[in-house]
């Protein structure tokens, strides 16, 4: 692919409707980004921790819940949960 048509799919796909200035910009500004991301690939990581989420997670337990179905009986109709309407 050229450039001209990267820039435009890319701009499809972010749903930009860019001017021909606008795409002139873009598109040095694209090639700085994925020159940067070029960088970023050649790092070796050899020896480095790396962790998949930067928090540490909570553990996951289940746990029973209580469904005090006679708070919610004047609510079911038929089966079905009845609820205000949202647009009135």
């Not at 994925?34 to 050649?42: G, I, N, R």
């Not at 480095?48 to 029973?64: L, V």
Request: charged share 35%.
């Amino acid at each position: 692919m050229t450039r001209g048509v990267e820039i435009l799919k890319v701009a499809e796909l972010a749903r930009l409707e860019l001017k021909s200035g606008e795409r002139q910009r873009f598109g040095t500004e694209f090639e700085r980004i994925t020159a940067y991301f070029a960088q970023l690939q050649k790092l070796s990581l050899e020896g480095e921790i790396t962790f998949p989420y930067p928090c540490p997670r909570a553990p996951d337990r289940p746990r029973d819940y209580e469904i005090k179905v006679e708070k919610l009986s004047e609510y079911l109709k038929d089966g079905y949960f009845k609820i205000p309407p949202l647009l009135a």
